[in-house]
C-alpha cells in the first residue's frame, strides 16, 4: 500500500456548518490509505484556500468544503486518479458530487497540483469564488483540468438555512446581484435537511452512492468493486 502521507494531504475549509463533523467523519472511516488531514477554520474563502496551498506539504492535495460528505473509497480513488492520468501539464484533477433530493451531479471536488498552482495562485471574483479566474489563467498557460465527469465520489449536503446564510456572508455571496439565486436554494436545502437530516445524508454517502454508481456503470464504481466493494 503506497503511504499517501507522502503523495497528498486532504484540508477541509469549514466556518461550522453541522455537516462538517460527517465531513470528518467520512474522512476519518476512509479505506486502503493513510493521509495527513489538516481542517481550516471560520476563514475567508481567498484565505482559506491560500492556506490550503501555502501549508501543503506534498506534491498534491486534495480540498474539501464542509459539506462535501464522501464515500469511504474516495481518497483512495483520487490517489488512485491522480497516478493513473498523470501528465507534466496536468494541474487540477476533478470528480463530482452527487444531490438524491435533485437527482444530479454538481460541483467539482479537487485535487490540485501544488507546484503548478502556486504559478497561478488564487484571485477571489465578485462572488467571493475563485475557480472561474483559476481555470482561465490556468488553460491560458495551457495547463490540463484532468478527471472523471460522471462518477460520484461523495454527497453535496442539504444543510440549515442558517449554516448556509452565514457560509455566504463570509464569502460575500451576498453582496453579487445572482445572489437571490442562491437564496432560493439556501431555502430549498433547509427543507431538505428537515426531511433527510445530515446524519442520514452521511449514510447515503456509502451504499446510497454505491448504488447511484452502479447504476450508471462509472468508473468510480469499478474500482470501488475492484477493492473489495461497497
Not at 484556500?49 to 464522501?70: A, G, K, Q
Not at 455566504?168 to 445572489?179: G, H, M, Q
Request: contains cysteine.
Amino acid at each position: 500500500m503506497i503511504d499517501i502521507t507522502k503523495f497528498m494531504e486532504v484540508f477541509i475549509i469549514t466556518n461550522g456548518r453541522e455537516s462538517s463533523k460527517y465531513v470528518i467523519k467520512s474522512l476519518e472511516k476512509q479505506k486502503g490509505v493513510k493521509f495527513n488531514l489538516k481542517i481550516i477554520r471560520n476563514k475567508k474563502w481567498l484565505d482559506a484556500c491560500n492556506e490550503c496551498l501555502y501549508n501543503s506539504e506534498t506534491p498534491y492535495y486534495l480540498r474539501l468544503d464542509d459539506d462535501m460528505i464522501i464515500h469511504h473509497q474516495t481518497v483512495n480513488y483520487f490517489q488512485y486518479l491522480v497516478k493513473k492520468k498523470e501528465v507534466d501539464n496536468g494541474i487540477l484533477y476533478c470528480t463530482k458530487l452527487w444531490e438524491p433530493w435533485n437527482k444530479r451531479l454538481c460541483n467539482k471536488v479537487k485535487v490540485y497540483n501544488r507546484k503548478l498552482t502556486k504559478e497561478i495562485g488564487f484571485e477571489i471574483d465578485s462572488r467571493g469564488k475563485v475557480d472561474k479566474i483559476f481555470k482561465r489563467k490556468l488553460l491560458e498557460k495551457g495547463y490540463k483540468i484532468i478527471g472523471d465527469k460522471i462518477s460520484a465520489i461523495g454527497i453535496h449536503a442539504a444543510c440549515k438555512a442558517d449554516d448556509n446564510f452565514k457560509y455566504s456572508k463570509l464569502r460575500n455571496e451576498t453582496n453579487d446581484p445572482t445572489f437571490e439565486i442562491r437564496r432560493k436554494e439556501i431555502i430549498f436545502l433547509d427543507k431538505v435537511s428537515k426531511k433527510i437530516p445530515v446524519k442520514k445524508q452521511f449514510e447515503m454517502a456509502n451504499k446510497d452512492l454505491y448504488e447511484f454508481n452502479k447504476k450508471t456503470n462509472t468508473l468510480f464504481y469499478k474500482f470501488i468493486d475492484s477493492h473489495g466493494g461497497n
